[in-house]
Antibody
Framework: QVQLVESGGGVVQPGRSLRLSCAASGFTFSSHGMHWVRQAPGKGLEWVAVIYYDGINKYYADSVKGRFTISRDNSKNTLYLQMNSLRAEDTAVYYC??????WGQGTLVTVSS | DVVMTQSPLSLPVTLGQPASISCRSSQSLVYSDGNTYLNWFQQRPGQSPRRLIYKVSNRDSGVPDRFSGSGSATDFTLKISRVEAEDVGVYYCMQGTHWPLTFGGGTKVEI
């Protein structure tokens, strides 16, 4: 069955960087687009970014454009989110999802001094 | 950006009774291919979200048939025919037609 395991979250100071990973299994990773979606504590869902199956086309939410980069390694069945210039408002649980909206368990990112 | 507006914010329900959640979009969600990319998600307490409904009215595998979706263009509804205890949680609509993708603010269903 589809399994998505996020990692890389933690506490980071404002202005610093963090890279999240999402290890995928149970499906043909290289054939599917992938998304990152985040959820601030006690808040709703916010779509962050998408990358198409071949890694070429990517789209971002305005709130992260220019700071976050989504990428993938199809040889490793892994999705990434490079987060630079982090802000307090980036504090959230970050989920990776497939293009058919199967979700991982999420990883918590806390941006705080 | 397309704004997704859900109502109500909170929905007290009675077990065995029907429930309904509304979702309205600021633009038509009909895509150039003729499909309407409107999804519904359920997030139970302490869990990751899961998709219930895609393209307005199609149930995902394993979703009980008491859940149904309807609507068109800018007005959509998720209905639960008979609420069960396991249906407690927050429900979100999400449009997949226009970039950036956007979610509604959520409706909390509680017994």
């Amino acid at each position: 069955q589809v399994q998505l395991v996020e990692s890389g979250g933690g506490v980071v100071q404002p202005g610093r960087s963090l890279r999240l990973s999402c290890a995928a299994s149970g499906f043909t990773f290289s054939s599917h687009g992938m998304h990152w979606v985040r959820q601030a504590p006690g808040k709703g869902l916010e779509w962050v970014a998408v990358i198409y199956y071949d890694g070429i086309n990517k789209y971002y939410a305005d709130s992260v454009k220019g700071r976050f980069t989504i990428s993938r390694d199809n040889s490793k069945n892994t999705l990434y989110l490079q987060m630079n210039s982090l802000r307090a408002e980036d504090t959230a649980v970050y989920y990776c999802t497939t293009d058919r909206w199967r979700w991982g368990q999420g990883t918590l990112v806390t941006v705080s001094s | 950006d397309v704004v997704m507006t859900q109502s109500p914010l909170s929905l007290p329900v009675t077990l065995g009774q029907p429930a309904s959640i509304s979702c309205r979009s600021s633009q038509s969600l009909v895509y150039s291919d003729g499909n309407t990319y409107l999804n519904w998600f359920q997030q139970r307490p302490g869990q990751s979200p899961r998709r219930l409904i895609y393209k307005v009215s199609n149930r995902d595998s394993g979703v009980p048939d008491r859940f149904s979706g309807s609507g068109s263009a800018t007005d959509f509804t998720l209905k639960i025919s008979r609420v069960e205890a396991e249906d407690v949680g927050v429900y979100y609509c999400m449009q997949g037609t226009h970039w950036p993708l956007t979610f509604g603010g959520g409706t909390k269903v509680e017994i």
